[in-house]
């Protein structure tokens, strides 16, 4: 069998589509997401199957709902559902509180609550359930992110023979600060479980085989060019950078759509015709939003005669509420926008346009088209799909991308963005007076590289090359010149810890 005969079988925390049981009422819509973005115009084009919590404990009627749903899909959702307090310590607790951000390389905000770890196994049991459930011979099982890196350890213990793969969306982190993961052994040892690997920069590829190098006893580890194998317990695996993308086409063709010219003109007629600087983040504090305003704040400062001229538009996507962190940066970033709108409005100009809430798609492209700077400034990015949405919509091939050198996407756009340090003010604000004074020639010449390099290296062809990379990796046997045994130690921990509560 062919890998793209085989069918696509995804497991992500969260189904593409999120459930809002009340009592009497029910109500599914689609998530917002850069898991999401990526995976869902894979899975409607190859058809396949999706695994995945739908953020509540088991109601029947969300079953029912999903299934009329599917009947006019070509895949097929199965879903995962946790009890609340399941979720509490394995979701807000382990996935949000102590992994996002220590992979994001910010120890201070953890929260190692002592809880959260057990819940996080007993939760990666509740995924298993599901991939056993769905999971045919011949599958390729992709199973994705940090909520889920114990998944091959808990399915092989129950004796699953499938291929499955796993792709890392966010950064890993180098090894001292990994380091401070508790069961960074336990961790480390389950995802050398997996047949694939993929990370989305070479850094962070990097810096899983440092952790495994350090933390992980017995690990052999072989180069072959870009690629890795790794054998542990007596299982290989193929380790390799595969950095995410976006449909190109779709955007492209999304772009030139009735209702995004429609939705161009409106918001250039809302905004009196000045230049749009456009941010566009869920709302998390790895994406840098009150550094950003700041920065734009010190732009009007320092340049008053651009006061009147150019407008900030900040779309914040709503994220992880229940979390206290969430919610204080929500707060933080609207008193910072009163503060600069208080400050700096005049009758008739609004410097900064806030929305918090989940735009449609056209609404969201027609936004990308209007605006003559992107600010894609985040402390750290695993990739970031909005720059590349950005100049993936730019079909007049205008407007500048100014990119955090913390997110994954500069090691690609890096030929086409103005690059800057986002916790550097001033270096942000020299980027963007240079994005606005910037001549249509060198804007064309910048985007048309970037544009280049985003159609050709789609989301589809990621995908390509990743399924065929772990198809590889399980076809082949291992290189003979591998030892084979390597300590069981680590299997045993973890057999422990995932069965022994
Ligand atoms: C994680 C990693 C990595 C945003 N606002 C709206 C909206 N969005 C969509 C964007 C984009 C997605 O959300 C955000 O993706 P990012 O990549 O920027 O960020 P995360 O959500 O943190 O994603 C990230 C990604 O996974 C993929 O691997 O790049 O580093 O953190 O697609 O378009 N979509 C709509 N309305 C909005 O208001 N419709």
Known sequence: MKMDERRLVVVSNRLPIMVEAGENTLRLKPSCGGLVSALLPILSEQGGCWIGATGGAYDHRVVDALKRWCATQDYSLVPVFLTAAESASFYQGCSNEIIWPLFHGVPSRCNFGPEYWSGYCTANERFADGVEGAWKSGDFVWVHDYHLMLLAHVLRSRGADCRLAYFHHIPFPPPDVFEKLPWRMEMLGALAQFDTLGFQTARDRRNFVACLRRWLPGVR????GERFVIRAAGHSAAIGNYPISVDYDDLAAEATSPAVLAGIEAIQQGISRASI?????????????????????????????????????????PSRESIPEYKELKL??????????????????????????CVSRAELVAFYRAAHVALVTPLKDGMNLVAK??????????????????AGAAEELRNGALLVNPYDTQGVVSALFLALAMSDSEQQQRMQTMRAHIREHNVFRWARTFRSQGFAARASRPPAFLPHSSPSFISSRLALMTHGR
């Open 221 to 224: 580890i072989y180069r072959g």
């Open 332 to 357: 933080r970033i609207e008193m910072t926008v009163s503060k600069i709108n208080g400050e700096y409005g005049s009758p008739g100009w609004v410097p900064i346009h806030y929305l918090h809430r």
């Open 389 to 406: 949405e950005f100049c993936a919509s730019r079909v007049d091939d205008r407007g500048v991308l100014v990119l955090s050198e913390f």
């Open 277 to 317: 600087i456009l941010g566009v983040d869920r709302l998390d504090y790895t994406k840098g939003i009150p550094e950003r305003l700041t920065a734009f704040e010190a732009l009007l400062k320092t340049h008053p005669e651009l006061r009147g001229h150019v407008t900030m538009v900040q779309i914040v996507v």
